[in-house]
């Protein structure tokens, strides 16, 4: 059954028990459904002065801000910072568009840090599903983007990638800080479901990328790497790895890994047998990136360590990142049906959080 079961419903659904598929699958329904109520939503005309941007957020609610910070690098006009901790840096202020984002809402580093901004003048605006930042923001009278959660059955904000990404693409769109387009949204949500076809369950193993990686995974810690518009993705899949497979992975970013990680390849000697390289190439990196690539993967071979090697086949930068997103949710989706365990339940955080409140 173990060779088979990814192509096999089923039994997958046995073990998939907070219908974690169910999310994958709607994950262009949620970029639907969040783009109706982002339309709603009314922000103030002095946001779009801001001259930096900074995203509140833990784990898979800072997802977004990964991706549109590499995927539209040539874009965004003023600098954005990703903050993954309790305290402001010292730059905030006026000028200063924070974002904090949590999907639960209850999130406490983001909640703290965005008291913080207010006490610092900056432009607040918030995106969650409710909870302790949507009161605060209401009562505040800053703008924030409630969503509904009805396409995410798993209920895992790792899952709810349509809502965290595109939903500050809206967000940064209203601000008028980055143009986002219908026909842009239209595009993601066709890319996302084409590429649900293309890497879901009912696309057989022999057919299927995703699949194929899961079986190459075995016991192996993972390491993604990627360039340009694809870093993000990177952070994507390591993240979901972590939480819904429970595996060691972690990612790396081209052409920095070439200064330093290529003589890393040589010690412990178990690297060949506990390290699996994944790497996302493309068309549309700069040509010397394109180079690295090739050069990176004798290294790889010369150490004995194995690679699979990902070139994206999306039109553009967005379909890209699209298809990457999509490639790596599944593959760690199967990797967790392949050991036999639930995607959805993460314990070890649970605990943790737990303990935090004592």
């Not at 874009?75 to 974002?99: C, M, Q």
């Not at 840090?113 to 009562?139: F, S, T």
């Not at 010397?288 to 790889?300: A, D, E, F, S, W």
Request: hydrophobic residues 40%; contains cysteine.
């Amino acid at each position: 059954m173990a060779n088979t079961i990814l192509d096999n419903i089923e039994e997958i659904k046995k073990l998939d028990v907070q219908n974690m598929l169910g999310s994958l699958q709607l994950l262009s329904q949620q970029v639907e459904q969040i783009w109706a109520q982002a339309k709603k939503l009314k922000i103030p005309f002095s946001y779009g002065k801001a001259k930096n941007i900074i995203v509140l957020g833990m784990g898979g609610s800072t997802l977004g801000a990964h991706v549109f910070k590499t995927l539209f690098k040539n874009k965004l006009t003023v600098p954005v910072e990703i903050l993954n901790d309790y305290d402001l840096p010292a730059f905030v202020g006026r000028d200063s568009l924070v974002i904090a984002s949590s999907y639960s809402g209850g999130t406490e580093e983001p909640l703290n840090a965005v008291k913080q901004a207010r006490q610092k003048g900056a432009k607040i605006v918030g995106i969650c599903a409710g909870g302790k930042l949507a009161d605060w923001c209401l009562a505040n009278h800053y703008p924030v983007l409630i969503f509904d959660t009805d396409n995410n059955p798993s209920q895992q904000p790792r899952m709810g990638l349509g809502y965290s990404i595109v939903g500050q693409l809206l967000l940064l769109n209203q601000v008028g800080i980055l143009k986002i387009s219908a026909k842009n949204i239209k595009e993601i949500i066709k890319y996302l479901s084409f590429y649900d076809q293309q890497f879901g369950v009912s696309n057989q193993g022999i057919d299927n990328l995703a699949k194929q990686l899961a079986r190459q995974i075995e016991s192996r810690c993972v390491w993604y790497v990627a360039s340009e518009h694809l870093t993000g993705n990177a952070h994507v899949g390591a993240n979901q790895l972590n939480e819904n497979a429970k595996r060691f992975a972690g990612y790396f970013v081209l052409p920095e890994l070439n200064h330093h990680l290529l003589e890393g390849m040589q010690n412990p000697q178990s690297n060949a047998q506990n390290l699996l390289f994944v790497l996302f190439e493309s068309k549309f990196y700069h040509s010397r990136n394109q180079k690295r690539y090739q050069i990176t993967k004798q290294v790889l071979d010369k150490n004995g360590i194995q690679h699979f090697d990902y070139v994206g086949a999306g039109k553009n930068r967005l379909a890209q990142v699209c298809e990457i997103l999509v490639f790596t949710s599944y593959v760690s989706f199967y990797t967790a049906i392949l050991e036999g365990i639930d995607p959805s339940p993460i314990p070890f955080v649970n605990y943790f959080k737990e303990q935090m409140k004592t």
